[in-house]
């Protein structure tokens, strides 16, 4: 009956754990893109118009006014909205709130019955040789 609960104990320490990390990995997702969009130049998504622009990166710009500033640049300020950005960046921080949370608990309880094994362990040792 003790192992059966042992072995119940570990499941769910392991499935805490296991929904942790993709929780925390869809974050990382969310992030590496954002990420992206922020660092990276792009177009503004009128490839087969020969004016498409090429816009500048959002954060690494040349010049004292990014392209995606000036008031002619409307198509670039169109693909990046920062409004749709900052949703995705809300709704990585709970998901990555809750995933360290849940690894954390889950590699938590594994590491303490890894430990009370060890300790139980010991102490059926201990007994043999009184």
């Known amino acids: 009956m003790n192992a059966y609960f ?3 104990f570990a499941t769910s320490a392991q499935r805490r754990r296991a ?8 974050s ?16 503004d998504g009128d490839d087969e118009y ?3 622009r090429e816009c500048q990166s959002m954060v690494f710009y040349e010049g004292e006014d990014p392209t995606w500033a000036e ?3 409307d198509d670039c300020r169109a693909q990046r ?5 900052l949703g995705w960046l809300g709704l990585s921080v709970p998901l990555s709130v809750g ?23 010991a102490a059926q040792d201990a007994a043999r040789e009184s």
């Open 6 to 8: 042992e072995q119940e």
């Open 81 to 85: 909205r920062w409004p749709e950005m």
């Open 71 to 73: 008031a002619t640049w």
């Open 50 to 52: 020969s004016d498409g």
């Open 99 to 121: 995933g360290a949370v849940l690894y954390t608990s889950g590699s938590t309880s594994l590491r303490m019955r890894e430990y009370m094994a060890e300790h139980r362990i």
């Open 28 to 43: 990382c997702l969310i992030w590496c893109v954002l990420a992206y969009q922020l660092l990276m130049p792009f177009g």
């Open 19 to 26: 929904w942790g990390g993709a929780l925390l990995g869809v």
